[in-house]
């Protein structure tokens, strides 16, 4: 699987950008569907996740209420919704893909199989 993430920009704080992450390869289906971000200075961090069925989301708390992650199947493509952005959600953010769905690792990133290239995002304040 391939990853291509876009949709990242510079926003004022309390605007929105939606971020698309693009897969290619056979075995999207079944992926679980991740989003990370790694801030200047800091660890990479979980934002989102989705099964593989839309099911079930995951979110870090801090964008719980802000941020809402979805996919499409049929179109291989993860979208991550973001509101009231704050400048603290400033990151370069990755898609990432898990080919088997483990609650318990689901915010983790080692437990993800492939990787997109990154997109920024920069919310000025």
């Known amino acids: 699987v391939q990853l291509q993430a876009s949709g990242g920009g510079l926003v004022q704080a309390g605007g929105s950008l939606r971020l698309s992450c693009a897969a290619s390869?056979?075995?999207?289906?079944?992926?679980?569907m991740g989003w990370f971000r790694r801030a200047p200075g800091k660890d990479r961090e979980f934002v989102a996740a989705?099964?593989?069925?839309?099911?079930?989301?995951y979110y870090a708390d801090s964008v719980k209420g802000r941020f809402t992650i979805s996919r499409d199947n049929a179109k291989k493509q993860v979208t991550l919704q973001m509101n009231s952005l704050k400048s603290e959600d400033t990151a370069i953010y990755y898609c990432?893909?898990?080919?088997?769905?483990?609650?318990?690792?689901?915010?983790?990133?080692?437990?993800?199989?492939?990787w997109g290239q990154g997109t920024q995002v920069t919310v000025s304040s």
């Open positions: 990432a893909a898990d080919r088997e769905f483990r609650a318990a690792t689901v915010t983790m990133w080692l437990s993800y199989d492939y």
């Open positions: 390869g056979r075995f999207f289906f079944g992926y679980v």
């Open positions: 989705i099964s593989w069925n839309s099911g079930s989301t």
